[in-house]
């Protein structure tokens, strides 16, 4: 399977936005569930992001409801987490992830992921 590349990463003042993106070329034309994981420091992964590509329906983690948004591009292959109002508690490496999916059963924010990125850090200062 063609690589999951993640990129936009970085260090951000309080209150500040970022936008992550994940080339993904050959996954947004078929039925996948991609989604955003995140890996805190001294904490377990969590998913805060997930979307069904053949119908865009979208799931976001309470933690992050109201401040990130998943979104996908066709034309550019390219999967979107838009963080805003970024705060301490969102540093961590965050992940982009893929897997088949049937008619979008089995897509939520814990799914059972098949192909990972290899990660972008983002650090709220």
């Known amino acids: 399977q063609v690589q999951l590349v993640e990129s936009g990463g970085g260090s951000v003042q309080p209150g500040g936005s970022l936008r992550l993106s994940c080339a993904a070329p050959?996954?947004?034309?078929?039925?996948?569930?991609m989604g955003w994981f995140r890996h805190p420091p001294e904490k377990g992964r969590e998913g805060v992001a997930a979307?069904?590509?053949?119908?865009?329906?979208?799931y976001i983690a309470d933690s992050v409801k109201g401040r990130f948004t998943i979104s996908q591009d066709n034309a550019k292959n390219t999967l979107y987490l838009q963080m805003n109002s970024l705060k301490p508690e969102d540093t961590a490496m965050y992940y982009c992830a893929a897997a088949p999916t049937y008619q979008g059963r089995d897509c939520h924010l814990a799914f059972r992921v098949k192909s990972w990125g290899q990660g972008t850090q983002v650090t709220r200062g």
């Open positions: 979307l069904y590509t053949s119908s865009g329906t979208t």
């Open positions: 050959g996954y947004l034309s078929g039925a996948y569930c």
